[in-house]
């Protein structure tokens, strides 16, 4: 993805412990958006969010998950106590307001949660 | 929720030979748009369709966007080695969703 950055680009934790993803979309980019892929899965939507909105949190798969974004511009994810089946790439993806399709996305973080 | 059955999972093909990928629904998609995600990288936008019965094509990759707008095919001609990857199907909703439902991939292995 042009210019989105995400880190740590591999993550292994412990069981129970908190991880935090970090995301830095391209400037201007006014939606930003999280997704997971389990290994040979697609993309499962976890969170939105678009300008001074409230955030579209429907795609979160259970209270350990939570994410912010400040400023209108870096965002983090982060997971509290992980389990294993937490274990995926979790993938940002940028884009300009009203146009859906162009998502830009990062390379993502592989989280490994043992 | 809303879901893409993306069609084949998985392609072993030889260098030159033509590949064909699809994907359904049984809701009604306002845009369908195709990605290839390479080892390591997240995915990359290859083809946006907007119009039932569109085809559009972007050099080798050709994609139409069915006229029922539940379906969606790509085709890849003449594949190259640097054609291998996950190509994934994305549906955009009606309702003015700004989120995108994505297939599950077809993972393509081209064989030199």
């Known amino acids: 993805g042009a210019g989105v950055s995400q880190s740590p680009s591999n993550k292994v934790t412990e069981k129970g412990k908190d991880v935090e993803l970090r995301c830095d979309p391209i400037?201007?980019?006014?939606?930003l958006y999280w997704y997971r892929q389990s290994l040979g899965q697609g993309l499962e939507f976890l969170i939105y969010f678009q300008g001074n909105s409230a955030p579209d949190k429907s795609g979160l798969p259970s209270d350990r998950f939570s994410a912010e974004r400040t400023g209108g511009s870096v965002s983090t994810l982060t997971i509290q106590r992980t389990q294993q089946e937490d274990s995926a790439v979790y993938l940002c993806?940028?884009?300009?307001?009203?146009?859906?399709?162009?998502?830009?996305f990062g390379p993502g973080t592989r989280l490994t949660v043992l | 929720g809303q879901q893409l059955n993306q069609s084949p999972q998985s392609m072993f093909i030889q260098e030159g030979e033509d590949v064909s990928m699809n994907c359904t629904s049984s809701?009604?998609?306002?845009?369908w748009l195709w990605y290839k995600q390479e080892p390591g990288e997240g995915p990359v936008l290859l083809i946006a369709?907007?119009?039932?019965?569109e085809l559009t094509s972007n050099g080798r990759l050709t994609a139409q966007f069915g006229i029922t707008r539940k379906d969606s095919f790509l085709n890849i001609s003449a594949s190259i080695p640097s054609d291998v990857g996950i190509y994934f199907c994305?549906?955009?909703?009606?309702?003015?969703?700004?989120?995108?439902?994505f297939g599950k991939g077809t993972k393509l292995t081209v064989n030199p």
């Open positions: 993806a940028g884009r300009v307001s009203g146009n859906t399709d162009t998502q830009y």
């Open positions: 400037s201007g980019h006014t939606a």
């Open positions: 994305a549906g955009g909703p009606q309702g003015g969703s700004e989120k995108l439902v």
């Open positions: 809701s009604i998609f306002n845009t």
């Open positions: 369709l907007y119009k039932a019965g």
